[in-house]
């Protein structure tokens, strides 16, 4: 007892002043932290570089119409009036559908496929879901067109219409001739994009949570979706809400299938049916084509305005996070 | 021992990569370029066919869009573009080096439609297109479209109205002609572009897009090239030219309408032939060009570019009509032939 | 509890448990569709030519798209190399390393950095890698991707981290385990499956974007040596031939669909197995 006390001993670490640091380093912790650091660093790096480039592009469009652009509403390239309004409208609006759509989609999924299927064929289905995530935009784009197009103007549109179209306040989201494509069709196929990632990770966390979690509460009476619902799922809610993060970031920033299906036409419209257009969809058909300083400044400058608004949002859901955190959560 | 495993793996990984795909050897031209949609299938084609009669030269063209070809060429990415309009003069003033524009196919645009119960080929005045388009007809028993075409049955239904949502060539033809025929619309929507702030309609990105959203929206009218409306065998309309004709576009209007006005083509040969003078002219039709530089350092690359051009004008020809693309006329050709001795 | 309350509970348990699985019976039913899609409409143009010849132009039978799937091929290496370290161990950072403040702005940052729109990051990687040199080249898709590849690795290098109990982390430091060993050693492997999940999904998501690589690999009609030159890949290919007038083309752009989908899940495939192998102790 007294020899292996001894070895103990001698090995504990000093713990605190500059002989603690030194030891860190003999032991390459310090170095882990640097390097780690730094990579962590590169990110903010290349980040401030993207925006730092944004910025510097856009300066003529930025003398040119001030704050002016966030509302003009008009996007004219013959006569160089550029306004970013319509798009903002557009981005925040299918973003909104398609969250809307996914989250509760993909939150139901990932639950069923941690919680009640046999694990062999989770993995199976899931492996494949994540699949989903590697089929190209422009593909989503055309089964948009041959899919979903056919279906709004067929089905979906005229029973929303008649149906919704009618209830006072929601209603007026359902209104208006079927045009097939547009704000609704564009926020459809972006949720079937993002589902796989929400699907994916939020999977993955459930699996994370502790079984004596879910013991716990079902040795206190707690029904099968009592557990899940109320305890294993807030156990997992920063998990979750990361792969809402990530789902709302690439709804935001879609280009290939949106631009596909929403209709392009720079307007603000009340109706989920009308066409519209967004500011990832407008970057991506105009870039390559842009000629005049101008013209190309706008565009870069409605990415910037793009940036700002994934700020913005991204502050705004982490309040969310920290207004509603109630306890019940992984001690972080 | 697995993490060892793991890095030969890698790195043979790697090798094989590098090494993958090392086919051509020393001595070997390659040419990048990149510009316009609208040719790629004929490019492609002529590409290709140069490169088997003359395997050391690679000619490599990707369709980026008219606009990403002259910055690209004026970047010095490329070796030189491609694009379906015109450089402006802005645009060559700017220019750090001098750019020579060459003309290499025709292409036209047409209407197409989706009316229920007509069948047959609908005759568009110049007035008819300008007015759908600037959102001033809006029902298709309209007069403007019902009398040129007496016993056709047209509903009174809203005209739904197509155009490209993304920037192209297309569109730069199409305006261009709108501008022509109609001062409301030059004044309202502006001159010819691959983008314009649209009065009315909805957008399809690309051909496929405006053909499918035309296809499935009942009482909508696009406009479309040629070719993919005669290799998608869909149904469009007549145009009404200069002299008053109704012309249904086929490639003998289109190269009469370059043909037309050839006196007339500028040494620069930067021109508009949208709405030519002539009864069987197509009005709604256009050059594409490629953008070479006038001064060229690589001595390799410029006996290449120059070869290629004098086969393209001459062989490369024979391969336009196959693909729906019309060829150009001889004159055209002859004066041509004659600018590349300006490349140095 | 009155015998309503426990029926109304007993019920809802039920209805909701079935929603998941209908929910999770729906996206498996698009999934489902997608792929059928994409076999119905490209199956018929795979053939062996598919995968061995470089493109034809249209009008001429066969022609394939070899140097595109080579090429997706060497991007997707390139985009591993590059991003796949970056974001790992910003990931550890945030999760065992970080300070309070400057993990939280790390994070926030890789959120915006993940919502910019594709064809922005290729903008900015044509700037960086593309005009310096004057010439498109894979290295340059290389970096687009690998900047698109680095969000969702971070985030879920640092979720799956976090995952793993404090326990395993302090019995490693009591048999004197130094910290970065015991995250090397430890935590790590603990986490592997599913850090391994996101940086799978990230290649995944990256190997079908068009916009990036319009700018910086531009694309090839054929073969492209090393890394320094333009490259062909099987999404600049689809985008390209789906857009064209002619069906021959439009077959073999649903055709090249499948075949990235084919790539993406033997890549899954293969590097779990890796994974399983190098677990097994």
Same mark, same amino acid.
């Given at each position: 007892m007294s020899a292996a006390a001894t070895t103990l001993a001698h090995e504990v670490?000093?713990?605190?002043g500059p002989r603690a640091f030194l030891h860190r380093l003999r032991q390459g912790d310090e170095i882990a932290h640097l390097i780690t650091l730094t990579f962590a660093a590169v990110i903010l790096l290349l980040t401030s570089m993207l925006v730092y480039e944004l910025w510097i592009n856009s300066h003529l469009s930025r003398a040119q119409f001030g704050w002016a652009f966030f509302w003009t509403k008009v996007w004219d390239p013959n006569f160089d009036n550029f306004g970013a309004a319509p798009f903002i409208y557009g981005t925040l609006v299918t973003s909104a559908v398609a969250l809307v759509l996914a989250v509760p989609l993909g939150l139901a999924s990932a639950i069923f496929l941690s919680e009640l299927a046999p694990r062999k064929i989770s993995d199976i289905i899931s492996f494949l879901i994540d699949l989903l /995530?590697?089929?190209p935009s422009v593909i989503y784009g055309l089964l948009g067109i041959f899919i979903v197009v056919p279906l709004m103007r067929t089905t979906l549109g005229p029973l929303l219409i008649n149906t919704v179209g009618?209830?006072?306040?929601?209603?007026v989201l359902f209104?208006?001739?079927?045009?097939?494509?547009g704000f609704l069709t564009a926020g459809i196929v972006l949720a079937i994009m993002v589902v796989p990632f929400i699907i994916s990770v939020s999977r993955e966390v459930l699996l994370t949570v502790p079984r004596e979690q879910r013991e716990a509460a079902m040795a206190l009476g707690a029904t099968r979706w009592e557990s899940t619902w109320q305890v294993v799922v807030p156990w997992a809610r920063t998990g979750i809400m990361g792969s809402v993060f990530l789902a709302l970031a690439r709804a935001l920033g879609e280009t290939m299938a949106v631009t596909m299906v929403i209709?392009?036409? /720079?307007a603000i419209k009340a109706s989920l049916l009308a066409p519209g257009d967004t500011i990832a969809s407008t970057i991506a058909n105009q870039f390559t084509e842009a000629t005049g300083d101008l013209y190309l400044s706008s565009l870069i400058e409605l990415g910037l305005v793009l940036f700002l608004i994934t700020f913005i949002l991204n502050g705004l859901a982490r309040i969310l996070i920290v207004a509603t955190e109630r306890g019940g959560g992984r001690p972080a | 021992m697995k993490k060892a495993l793991l890095v030969v793996w890698l790195m043979t990984l790697a090798a094989t990569l590098t090494a993958a795909g090392v086919a051509a050897q020393g001595g070997t031209v390659l040419l990048n370029a990149a510009g316009a949609t609208f040719p790629y299938p004929i490019y492609s084609k002529w590409f290709d066919v140069y490169h088997t009669a003359h395997p050391n030269v690679q000619i490599n063209y990707q369709s980026i869009g008219s606009g990403g070809g002259i910055r690209q060429l004026q970047a010095g990415t490329v070796d030189f573009g491609a694009s379906d309009g015109p450089m402006s003069d802005d645009q060559l003033a700017q220019s750090k080096f001098k750019i020579l524009h060459f003309p290499t196919v025709l292409g036209a645009v047409v209407p197409t439609y989706n009316i229920a119960g007509v069948t047959g080929e609908l005759n568009f005045t110049q007035k008819a297109l300008a007015g759908i388009y600037l959102g001033?007809?809006?029902?298709?028993?309209d007069l403007e479209i019902a009398k040129p075409n007496p016993g056709v049955n047209l509903p009174a239904a809203d005209i739904v109205v197509v155009h490209r949502s993304d920037g192209s060539g297309t569109s730069y033809i199409w305006t261009d002609f709108l501008a022509k025929v109609s001062d409301d619309w030059k004044n309202k929507v502006?001159?010819?572009?691959?983008?314009v702030n649209w009065p009315v309609g909805l957008g399809g990105k690309g051909n496929e897009g405006v053909t499918g959203l035309v296809k499935q929206t009942p009482n909508a009218i696009g406009y479309i090239e040629l070719i993919y409306a005669v290799q998608n065998n869909i149904p469009y309309g007549k145009v009404q030219n200069a002299a008053g004709k109704f012309v249904k576009a086929d490639l003998a209007g289109v190269t009469a309408a370059a043909a037309a006005d050839a006196k007339n083509i500028p040494d620069d040969f930067r021109v508009s032939i949208t709405?030519?003078?002539?009864?069987?002219?197509?009005?709604?039709s256009s050059f594409t060009w490629l953008l070479i530089p006038?001064?060229?350092?690589?001595a390799a690359k410029r006996d290449a570019i120059k070869d290629f051009l004098k086969w393209m004008l001459t062989d490369?020809?024979?391969?336009n009509e196959g693909l729906t693309y019309a060829q150009l006329p001889k004159e055209v050709i002859a004066r041509e032939t004659k600018a590349i001795s300006l490349i140095q | 509890m009155s015998a309503l309350r426990m029926a109304w509970r007993k019920s809802l348990n039920f209805v909701m448990l079935t929603l998941t699985g209908v929910a999770a019976l729906a996206v498996v039913s698009v999934l489902f569709l997608i792929l059928g899609y994409l076999v119905w409409n490209g199956g018929a143009s795979l053939s062996w030519k598919f995968f061995t010849q470089l493109p034809k132009p249209v009008g001429e039978s066969g022609g394939g798209m070899a140097n595109a799937i080579v090429g997706s091929l060497k991007l997707l290496f390139l985009a591993a190399v590059m991003g796949l370290p970056v974001g790992l161990l910003a990931g550890v950072y945030l999760a065992e390393f970080g300070g309070k403040t400057f993990s939280f702005i790390v994070r926030y940052t890789t959120d915006l950095l993940n919502g910019v729109p594709s064809i922005v990051i290729g903008i900015f990687a044509y700037s960086l890698a593309v005009l310096p040199v004057r010439h498109f080249s894979a290295l340059a898709g290389g970096v687009a991707l690998g900047i698109m590849v680095i969000p969702i690795t971070v985030r879920s290098t640092e979720e799956f981290l976090r995952a793993v109990p404090g326990s395993m982390r302090e019995a490693a430091m009591a048999l004197g385990a130094s910290k970065w060993k015991t995250i090397a050693t430890v935590v790590l492997p603990a986490a592997s499956g599913g850090i391994l999940t996101g940086m799978l999904l990230a290649l995944a998501r990256v190997a079908g974007e068009t916009a990036p690589l319009l700018?910086?690999?531009?694309?090839?009609?054929f073969w492209s040596q090393g890394w320094g030159q333009p490259i062909a890949s099987l999404p600049v290919m689809i985008y390209t031939y789906a857009v064209a007038p002619y069906d021959d083309w439009h077959r073999q752009a649903w055709a090249a669909g499948l075949v990235l989908l084919g790539l993406v899940l033997l890549s899954n495939l293969g590097a779990r197995f890796i994974l399983a192998r190098s677990k097994a102790v």
């Amino acid at each position: 007892m007294s020899a292996a006390a001894t070895t103990l001993a001698h090995e504990v670490p000093p713990q605190a002043g500059p002989r603690a640091f030194l030891h860190r380093l003999r032991q390459g912790d310090e170095i882990a932290h640097l390097i780690t650091l730094t990579f962590a660093a590169v990110i903010l790096l290349l980040t401030s570089m993207l925006v730092y480039e944004l910025w510097i592009n856009s300066h003529l469009s930025r003398a040119q119409f001030g704050w002016a652009f966030f509302w003009t509403k008009v996007w004219d390239p013959n006569f160089d009036n550029f306004g970013a309004a319509p798009f903002i409208y557009g981005t925040l609006v299918t973003s909104a559908v398609a969250l809307v759509l996914a989250v509760p989609l993909g939150l139901a999924s990932a639950i069923f496929l941690s919680e009640l299927a046999p694990r062999k064929i989770s993995d199976i289905i899931s492996f494949l879901i994540d699949l989903l /995530a590697a089929v190209p935009s422009v593909i989503y784009g055309l089964l948009g067109i041959f899919i979903v197009v056919p279906l709004m103007r067929t089905t979906l549109g005229p029973l929303l219409i008649n149906t919704v179209g009618d209830v006072p306040y929601i209603g007026v989201l359902f209104r208006g001739p079927t045009y097939c494509v547009g704000f609704l069709t564009a926020g459809i196929v972006l949720a079937i994009m993002v589902v796989p990632f929400i699907i994916s990770v939020s999977r993955e966390v459930l699996l994370t949570v502790p079984r004596e979690q879910r013991e716990a509460a079902m040795a206190l009476g707690a029904t099968r979706w009592e557990s899940t619902w109320q305890v294993v799922v807030p156990w997992a809610r920063t998990g979750i809400m990361g792969s809402v993060f990530l789902a709302l970031a690439r709804a935001l920033g879609e280009t290939m299938a949106v631009t596909m299906v929403i209709g392009n036409a /720079a307007a603000i419209k009340a109706s989920l049916l009308a066409p519209g257009d967004t500011i990832a969809s407008t970057i991506a058909n105009q870039f390559t084509e842009a000629t005049g300083d101008l013209y190309l400044s706008s565009l870069i400058e409605l990415g910037l305005v793009l940036f700002l608004i994934t700020f913005i949002l991204n502050g705004l859901a982490r309040i969310l996070i920290v207004a509603t955190e109630r306890g019940g959560g992984r001690p972080a | 021992m697995k993490k060892a495993l793991l890095v030969v793996w890698l790195m043979t990984l790697a090798a094989t990569l590098t090494a993958a795909g090392v086919a051509a050897q020393g001595g070997t031209v390659l040419l990048n370029a990149a510009g316009a949609t609208f040719p790629y299938p004929i490019y492609s084609k002529w590409f290709d066919v140069y490169h088997t009669a003359h395997p050391n030269v690679q000619i490599n063209y990707q369709s980026i869009g008219s606009g990403g070809g002259i910055r690209q060429l004026q970047a010095g990415t490329v070796d030189f573009g491609a694009s379906d309009g015109p450089m402006s003069d802005d645009q060559l003033a700017q220019s750090k080096f001098k750019i020579l524009h060459f003309p290499t196919v025709l292409g036209a645009v047409v209407p197409t439609y989706n009316i229920a119960g007509v069948t047959g080929e609908l005759n568009f005045t110049q007035k008819a297109l300008a007015g759908i388009y600037l959102g001033t007809i809006t029902k298709w028993n309209d007069l403007e479209i019902a009398k040129p075409n007496p016993g056709v049955n047209l509903p009174a239904a809203d005209i739904v109205v197509v155009h490209r949502s993304d920037g192209s060539g297309t569109s730069y033809i199409w305006t261009d002609f709108l501008a022509k025929v109609s001062d409301d619309w030059k004044n309202k929507v502006g001159k010819a572009a691959t983008s314009v702030n649209w009065p009315v309609g909805l957008g399809g990105k690309g051909n496929e897009g405006v053909t499918g959203l035309v296809k499935q929206t009942p009482n909508a009218i696009g406009y479309i090239e040629l070719i993919y409306a005669v290799q998608n065998n869909i149904p469009y309309g007549k145009v009404q030219n200069a002299a008053g004709k109704f012309v249904k576009a086929d490639l003998a209007g289109v190269t009469a309408a370059a043909a037309a006005d050839a006196k007339n083509i500028p040494d620069d040969f930067r021109v508009s032939i949208t709405n030519a003078p002539g009864p069987t002219v197509y009005p709604i039709s256009s050059f594409t060009w490629l953008l070479i530089p006038a001064q060229i350092q690589d001595a390799a690359k410029r006996d290449a570019i120059k070869d290629f051009l004098k086969w393209m004008l001459t062989d490369g020809q024979k391969f336009n009509e196959g693909l729906t693309y019309a060829q150009l006329p001889k004159e055209v050709i002859a004066r041509e032939t004659k600018a590349i001795s300006l490349i140095q | 509890m009155s015998a309503l309350r426990m029926a109304w509970r007993k019920s809802l348990n039920f209805v909701m448990l079935t929603l998941t699985g209908v929910a999770a019976l729906a996206v498996v039913s698009v999934l489902f569709l997608i792929l059928g899609y994409l076999v119905w409409n490209g199956g018929a143009s795979l053939s062996w030519k598919f995968f061995t010849q470089l493109p034809k132009p249209v009008g001429e039978s066969g022609g394939g798209m070899a140097n595109a799937i080579v090429g997706s091929l060497k991007l997707l290496f390139l985009a591993a190399v590059m991003g796949l370290p970056v974001g790992l161990l910003a990931g550890v950072y945030l999760a065992e390393f970080g300070g309070k403040t400057f993990s939280f702005i790390v994070r926030y940052t890789t959120d915006l950095l993940n919502g910019v729109p594709s064809i922005v990051i290729g903008i900015f990687a044509y700037s960086l890698a593309v005009l310096p040199v004057r010439h498109f080249s894979a290295l340059a898709g290389g970096v687009a991707l690998g900047i698109m590849v680095i969000p969702i690795t971070v985030r879920s290098t640092e979720e799956f981290l976090r995952a793993v109990p404090g326990s395993m982390r302090e019995a490693a430091m009591a048999l004197g385990a130094s910290k970065w060993k015991t995250i090397a050693t430890v935590v790590l492997p603990a986490a592997s499956g599913g850090i391994l999940t996101g940086m799978l999904l990230a290649l995944a998501r990256v190997a079908g974007e068009t916009a990036p690589l319009l700018f910086t690999a531009f694309g090839n009609r054929f073969w492209s040596q090393g890394w320094g030159q333009p490259i062909a890949s099987l999404p600049v290919m689809i985008y390209t031939y789906a857009v064209a007038p002619y069906d021959d083309w439009h077959r073999q752009a649903w055709a090249a669909g499948l075949v990235l989908l084919g790539l993406v899940l033997l890549s899954n495939l293969g590097a779990r197995f890796i994974l399983a192998r190098s677990k097994a102790v």
